[in-house]
């Protein structure tokens, strides 16, 4: 018995010890990465376990909440505007990804032409939708878009086109909102893919013209490989985007549930109606959504083994 | 010849319409803040303006106090971005070019923390704030975000590019892990952080979700948070020309930022060079 | 090891920070004062409120109220010296309820402020959860010399959490332009019967130009038209006796919507979201010719079609003929904050009695916001009613006195829909449904049946307070 009991101190100082030494080590790289996780258990770690928590009550923010097990959820599943939410958030991030990745490599390879004249005109003028506020746009767009007397109908009428009812149709209310998004965001990107070309060194295009190479196959043979990582990132953070839109369908809200998303969904369910657990519970599901779609890319991308 | 004149115009013209639906609606904006009260806002005759007036923007003074307003804005904005800026790529730096046990796994962590939005939690985390007596300052727009996840992604995968025989080669020289940070990395990183600047710049001036939670004063509120509650509801009928003046308002600082951003970058280029 | 030293610094720096930047907090220095928090009379006596500021959250344009506070600190400063009355907007009731809670819920106290502007279906969870002080006692005495039902909303069996702060009743607004125009006579507007029929005339008569009224695509038609309007006339019902759904079954409710029905499918309505420039544009353009809606419309209209002053009148809002009671009143409340440490409860129910009885300051601040083209509503006390200053002439209703018919259009006003907690959602989902009524996406009987089906799913049941 001794023995054992011997054995296993030694075993534990011996573990100990490793990690004492692992600690002084690698200290710079933790230190490094320390504010990070401080940051994160207190801030973000703390209140989405206590949101867990709280899905399984019932809770108006006064008083009180009460235990109700998985009521929240199974009342979830039958939710038609529950359904209607995650239809629309998944259209939005499926256009979102196509157009805005697509239109941000476009514009960013534009902007790095090197026969580019008034390169920071351009640079500055693509940027600036991302720089007016959400609201303000969400505003203009609206008032674009409506349907009686908004621009891009009195446009669409010089073409002998019908007025239509951009947000007060429960089939086209998406549309404007999917614009909204792809206007606002796509600059955002444009910059990290520019940063990204910014650092591909001239020399290889030059080399690659010598070699005859014409424009196209530079761009598919040495662009877009050397921008794999930052595409990656564009990519992933594009999604977490995605599937968390607020701003855009809460302004250009349209009739009904046609064209809310997951994340309005759960901000109404509990600012606005006050049902804490139910949109406690709105938010694990996004949190869970959100978890395996990004457990698929990254199993697709480890493939290609580059992280 | 031919073939690249052909090619140069053609870059121009996409550009040129890029630029056009950029400028669309801004411009639109702008027009209908200088509109009297009296004038249409519909069709197109929208677009002429009969009598300019900058009456809509002294109402939007009147209404709120722009300039203490607008120097919160201003001690939210860069602090918080010189901050993340130091921290991510600290952090983006650690992830990138060390070898430390863990460092898979505590990669993935911080990628999965980005699926988590923090609004979310929005009812503790004011609790918690108010523990470490936040509350109604503007600390609490700054101290949560000195590190975001989305930074130090951004971050780690642009410092994975620079070759490490740099690094390898000051190590030798005998420089400290910090050291090789700051003199090594940094300047070479110089593209990659004044573009996260000018995004976090933007990000956090506009930002008005997390300003309407944590300020409960209209001194403390950031420029955002006012203009975001002029618009229209139940008891308060501010004209549309007014608002738009305040939108237009809000956004001349960003861009004038932005603009000196802009240098900042354009000079970064020729030191930031990585040689192949 | 100096860069080392100095990122420990910055680190330093910033923690610090934490602790020492975030001192500012709009609370008093002196928090200590322990006064009662019961509602008391206290008229008479000259007690001394100690300093310090006093927060009141308000939504709308509440910084006009602050004139008028203002102003009575000018007047009372025998019994607050000290005192400074600071008012903060939000962005509605519901925000004004969400951070009184927020601040609750983490023990805040001394950021609770110690009053609030509220509606009443946010005053009943408020007043449930104990947030607000039970003011029965000082309100009972003067129940009489205020407008009927004032305190209704705010009474839940004995107790009463709020002060009635205003009563707007429902109205129509008409361009008289228009009616005289097309030689119509708006007395026909009486009922609803008659205000359907005035639609389809205006129709035929203007080739299509112009529309009766709008119809809102978003949440404000069940708001506007719905609660406040066409339901409470036709006697409608929401929930039932023991609060079961009954909106699809009752026939009030049938009434209500099939109004609603005929105007729209009729095409007597202009579909165009309320509030927003191009509503503004259609009215200034002559398109709309009436507004069925409440009292507080006459500050939009007259901030935003400035041009068109003149050309509009006011009457009381049509009612059903068999039931012939026009349009709910819509109430306001004035809460005071069951703030533990408080010490401007009396206070607070000084100020309302002032506001709500001193005729000569009343009458000085609405001046006073007149000439600043700012909102302001009718007195609740009769007394005050009684006086002219409450039938002045407005230039914007061509010499018609709004003042007059808001006072007026009161005493026809039919009972409001019962107010209960799950009021907020079932607004919700309600709506909902009608919003693809107004898309286009199904019928109105498809509407209501939906309405209930969706009520039972997601609700089931009401608890009726009362």
Redesign the interface.
């Given at each position: 018995m001794g023995k054992v009991l011997e054995k296993t101190k030694i075993r534990l100082a011996g573990i100990k010890m490793t990690i004492i030494q692992t600690l002084k080590k690698y200290k710079y790289p933790y230190l490094f990465i320390l504010?990070f996780f401080l940051l994160f258990s207190v801030f973000q770690l703390f209140p989405m376990l206590w949101t867990v928590v709280i899905s399984f009550s019932k809770w108006?923010?006064?008083?009180k909440p009460k235990s109700v097990g998985l009521d929240n959820y199974k009342?979830l599943f039958?939710?038609?505007?529950f359904w209607d939410a995650i239809s629309n958030t998944l259209i939005y991030w499926v256009t979102g990804v196509i157009f805005i990745l697509l239109l941000s490599i476009i514009i960013a390879a534009f902007l790095n032409y090197n026969r580019l004249k008034g390169r920071s005109f351009f640079k500055t003028v693509t940027f600036l939708p991302n720089v007016c506020a959400a609201i303000a746009m969400g505003i203009i767009f609206?008032?674009l878009f409506?349907?009686?007397?908004?621009l891009v109908n009195e446009f669409l009428g010089l073409f002998g086109i019908e007025s239509i009812?951009w947000?007060?149709?429960?089939k086209m209310s998406k549309i404007p909102v999917i614009i909204l998004n792809i206007w606002r965001n796509t600059p955002w990107f444009t910059v990290i893919v520019l940063s990204g070309l910014l650092n591909i060194p001239r020399e290889y295009y030059e080399a690659a013209t010598v070699d005859g190479a014409n424009v196209f196959q530079q761009f598919f043979r040495i662009t877009l490989p050397s921008l794999y990582n930052i595409l990656f990132f564009c990519f992933i953070t594009l999604t977490v985007d995605s599937w968390k839109i607020f701003n855009e369908p809460f302004i250009l809200?349209g009739?009904?549930?046609?064209n809310v998303s997951l994340f309005q969904y759960m901000y109404?369910t509990g600012?606005?109606?006050?049902?804490m657990g139910y949109a406690s519970a709105i938010g694990c599901m996004l949190t869970f959504i959100l978890l395996i779609v990004s457990l698929i890319q990254f199993r697709i991308m480890r493939k290609q083994d580059n992280i | 010849m031919t073939k690249k004149k052909l090619f140069s115009a053609l870059v121009y013209i996409i550009l040129g319409i890029i630029v056009f639906f950029c400028l669309c609606p801004i411009i639109w904006m702008c027009i209908i803040s200088l509109k009297g009260?009296?004038e249409?806002?519909?069709g197109f005759n929208s677009l002429w303006i009969s009598n300019p007036t900058l009456q809509n923007f002294k109402n939007v003074f009147n209404?709120i106090p722009v300039g203490t307003n607008l120097y919160n804005s201003f001690f939210t904005t860069i602090l918080g971005t010189i901050?993340t800026l130091?921290f991510c790529s600290l952090a983006g730096f650690a992830f990138a070019k060390y070898d430390f046990p863990g460092k898979r796994f505590l990669f993935y962590f911080v990628i999965a923390t980005m699926l988590i939005p923090p609004e979310v939690g929005a009812?503790p985390l004011?609790?918690i704030?108010?523990?470490?007596?936040?509350?109604?300052?503007?600390?609490?727009l700054i101290?949560p975000r000195?590190a975001t996840a989305v930074g130090i992604f951004y971050m780690r995968q642009y410092i994975v590019d620079v070759p490490t025989e740099i690094m390898e080669a000051s190590r030798i020289d005998g420089c400290?892990d910090?050291?090789i940070y700051?003199k090594i990395i940094v300047p070479i990183i110089k593209p990659a952080l004044a573009s996260w600047a000018a995004l976090t710049i933007i990000a956090r001036w506009n930002d008005f979700f997390w300003p309407?939670?944590y300020l409960?004063?209209?001194p403390?509120y950031t420029l955002m948070v006012s203009i975001s509650?002029l618009p229209?509801?139940?008891?308060?009928?501010?004209?549309?020309p007014v608002i738009m003046a305040g939108t237009t308002f809000a956004i001349i600082p960003i861009i004038v930022v932005y603009l000196i951003l802009q240098r900042f970058q354009k000079a970064g280029l020729s030191t930031g060079a990585v040689k192949g | 090891?100096k860069?080392?030293i100095f990122?420990v610094l910055?680190?330093v720096t910033?923690l610090t920070?934490?602790?020492v930047?975030?001192?500012?907090?709009?609370s008093e220095k002196d928090s200590t004062a322990n006064k009662p928090t019961t509602g008391e009379e206290q008229k008479d006596t000259k007690k001394v409120f100690p300093a310090g500021k006093l927060?009141i959250y308000g939504?709308?344009?509440p910084?006009y109220l602050q004139q008028y506070f203002d102003a009575w600190l000018e007047k009372n400063r025998d019994i607050a010296p000290e005192v400074s009355i600071?008012i903060?907007?939000?962005?509605?009731a519901?925000d004004s309820?969400?951070?009184i809670?927020?601040?609750?819920?983490?023990?805040?106290n001394e950021?609770l402020p110690d009053a609030l502007y509220i509606d009443p279906v946010n005053l009943l969870?408020?007043g449930?959860?104990e947030?607000l002080i039970d003011v029965a006692d000082f309100v009972t005495p003067l129940k009489d010399k205020l407008v009927d039902g004032a305190t209704n909303d705010a009474t839940v069996g004995d107790k009463i959490y709020a002060l009635p702060e205003s009563v707007r009743p429902q109205v129509l607004f008409y361009n008289e332009k228009l009616f005289k125009e097309y030689d119509i006579d708006p007395s026909r507007m009486s009922t609803i019967e008659g205000y359907i029929e005035v639609g389809r005339e205006l129709k035929e008569k203007s080739n299509g130009k112009v529309y009766l009224s709008y119809i809102d695509?978003?949440s404000k038609t069940w708001r506007y038209y719905g609660r406040r309007g066409l339901l409470p006339q036709a006697n409608a019902k929401i929930w039932g006796e023991d609060g079961e759904v009954v909106i699809d079954t009752d026939s009030g409710a049938k009434l209500a919507f099939d109004a609603l029905d005929i105007m729209y499918s009729e095409g007597l309505l202009?579909?165009?979201?309320i509030?927003?420039?191009?509503l503004?544009?259609?009215v200034?353009d002559g398109q709309i010719a009436t507004f069925y809606i409440g009292a507080?419309w006459d500050?939009?209209l007259r901030?935003?079609v400035?041009?068109t002053a003149g050309d509009w009148k006011v009457l009381s809002a049509p009612a059903f003929e068999n039931v012939g009671v026009a349009g709910a009143p819509v109430s306001s409340y004035f809460a005071i904050v069951n703030k533990p440490g408080g010490k401007y409860a009396e206070l607070c129910q000084k100020l309302w009695y002032d506001f709500h009885f001193d005729a000569q300051a009343r009458e000085d601040w609405v001046n006073a916001m007149e000439e600043q083209n700012a909102?302001y509503a009718n007195p609740i006390t009769k007394e005050l009613l009684a006086d002219d200053f409450w039938k002045e002439p407005s230039k914007f209703y061509g010499g018609q006195s709004f003042r007059e018919i808001e006072g007026s259009a009161l005493e026809n006003g039919a009972t409001n829909l019962v107010v209960t907690p799950q009021d907020?959602?079932a607004d919700?989902i309600i709506s909902?449904?009608l919003?693809?009524y107004?898309?286009?996406?199904q019928t109105m009987d498809e509407a209501i049946k939906n309405m209930g089906k969706?009520l039972r799913?997601?609700i089931g049941k009401a608890e009726l307070i009362k």
């Open positions: 504010p108006k923010g006064i008083g009342l039958k939710d038609y505007m609206s008032m409506d349907e009686n007397v908004g009812g947000l007060t149709s429960t809200k009739p009904g549930t046609s109404d600012f606005n109606l006050f049902k | 009260p009296n249409s806002i519909s209404i901050t130091f009812v004011f609790i704030m108010r523990k470490v007596r936040l509350i109604n300052s503007l600390w609490s101290i000195i400290g910090f050291a700051s309407l939670l409960r004063s209209t403390k509650l229209v509801s139940d008891g308060l009928s501010t004209p549309w | 090891m860069k080392r990122a910055m680190l910033l920070g934490v602790f930047g975030c001192g500012d907090k709009s927060v939504y709308g344009q910084q600071e903060v907007q939000t962005e509605g519901s309820r969400e951070k809670t927020m601040t609750y819920a983490s023990g805040a950021d969870d408020l449930q959860g947030l695509p978003g202009l579909k165009t979201a509030f927003e420039p191009a503004y544009d259609a200034k507080f500050e939009f901030k935003n400035t041009e909102p907020v959602e919700n909902i449904e919003e693809k107004v898309a286009g996406d969706n799913n997601k």
